[in-house]
């Protein structure tokens, strides 16, 4: 009797254990939905930061980076209003919505507005635990005529274009400025590489020879990034995986997909505008702070989205379970891509239809990543028939 009371007790502990660990790994998550990469009129973007960072606050974002071209926004700069900005009322839009705050003065008949710093951003717009302004630059470089364009988040020094003898010279020596800014300053910052297929500026063979690089965008929301690839250049997603497969045969650490929307154009809105909501990232991270947000990242506890959301994303030494918060109406197939020691490629090694499936682990595999699609149609789309995707990041296999 006692015997079986004992036995009783540890099996009831036992499953006590696992009901809380089970629970845990799901009551555990807290996303984080932020964009990585957007242009104001501090580059080439068409509309005050404020007026930017104000539509992602109330589009349910909990983080922005601004991420202007070769700048971080610690000047003082006057912007002068020009044609452009008198068709789109950009100043009025401005005023009507910032009142007082807005400064402007004219100058030889010419109106000039103020672009408030980083530092004056961030003060008005962030709040703790609920919405991040990160700063942050693309880097904007490149070899002969090919773009190498790098984002850096939470950078805390501006980094010059860089010049090199090749494009991958040019990225490896931006990473390196990069790590070295990382180390002096002691912050946590990361450098993703942008739109690879922008101009076909940046190849498969660039990304597999690089070291020390842990991000790049699988999707960018810009028309003219050519994410898709052509009939000479893979897509971003062949891309990634065949990057995966030269990082795990040299001891890389693996590398992470993200996606942004590269937003410029905020006044007019079509497939061939750089707008805002098309790609962002999912981070889960208990606390809202920059610092655990690049950690989380880091860890690639953060899923790339264009529209699918994900209930649930939860690895163990067994298996990979995953549940999309679905829409109405919408009809979901969770795919698990998969390299198996010894493969040639990335393949498809399990399909489920629905909005819940499961992968366990078999012998062979080296990592597994989970790409979820939909048959709901992206609103404002940068292609015909675009369709809500979601990715998660590879995960080794035990
Ligand atoms: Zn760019
Ligand atoms: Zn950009």
């Known amino acids: 009797m006692i015997a079986l009371n004992k036995f009783l007790l540890v099996g009831l502990g ?173 912050i946590p910052m990361f450098a993703h590489i942008n739109h690879p297929n922008f101009g076909y500026g940046i190849s498969t063979e660039d990304l597999k020879q690089l070291n020390g690089e842990r991000f790049f965008e699988v999707y960018n929301g810009h028309p003219a990034v050519n994410n898709e690839g052509d009939d000479t250049h893979v897509d971003t997603e062949t891309m990634w995986d065949l990057i995966n497969i030269h990082y795990y045969k040299e001891g890389k650490p693996l590398m992470f997909g993200v996606a942004t929307d590269d937003s410029h154009r905020y006044h007019t809105f079509s497939s061939k505008d750089s707008n805002t909501g098309r790609g962002w990232v999912m981070v ?25 959301h994900l209930k649930k994303f939860y690895t163990d030494q067994n298996q990979i379970e995953i ?27 399990k399909k489920v239809k629905g909005t819940s499936a499961s992968y366990t682990f078999q012998k062979e595999d080296v990592f597994v990543r989970v790409s979820i699609n939909s048959d709901a149609k992206k609103e404002n789309p940068i292609m015909v028939d675009e369709i809500k995707k979601a990715w998660t990041q590879p995960i080794l296999a035990p």
């Open 14 to 186: 036992l499953i006590a254990i696992q009901l809380i660990s089970c629970e845990n790994s799901s009551a555990e998550q807290h996303w984080h939905k932020g964009n990585l990469h957007t242009h104001s009129l501090w580059s080439d973007g068409d509309d005050f930061p404020e007026m930017i960072i104000q539509w992602y606050k109330d589009n349910d974002y909990q983080f922005i980076a601004l991420s202007d071209h070769n700048t971080i926004g610690d000047s003082e700069f006057w912007y002068e209003i020009k044609e452009r900005e008198r068709k789109h009322k950009t100043l009025e839009k401005y005023q009507n919505r910032f009142g007082d705050w807005v400064e402007t003065k004219t100058d030889s008949g010419k109106t000039l507005v103020r672009l408030k710093t980083f530092e004056e951003l961030q003060s008005k717009f962030q709040l703790p635990d609920s919405f991040l302004v990160i700063k942050s630059e693309e880097v904007t470089s490149s070899f002969e005529n090919k773009p190498v364009h790098i984002n850096v988040t939470n950078i805390e020094e501006k980094i010059d274009p860089i010049r090199g003898t090749s494009v991958l010279d040019v990225m490896q020596r931006t990473l390196d400025a990069v790590h070295e800014q990382r180390k002096s300053l002691n």
């Open 284 to 308: 889960n991270s208990k606390k809202l702070a920059t610092e655990d947000l690049i950690s989380a990242m880091e860890n690639g506890d953060f899923y790339a989205s264009t529209g699918v």
């Open 323 to 349: 549940e999309v918060g679905p829409e109405v109406g919408v009809n979901y197939e969770i795919i698990f891509m998969g390299y198996k020691k010894g493969a040639e490629a990335v393949v498809a090694l």
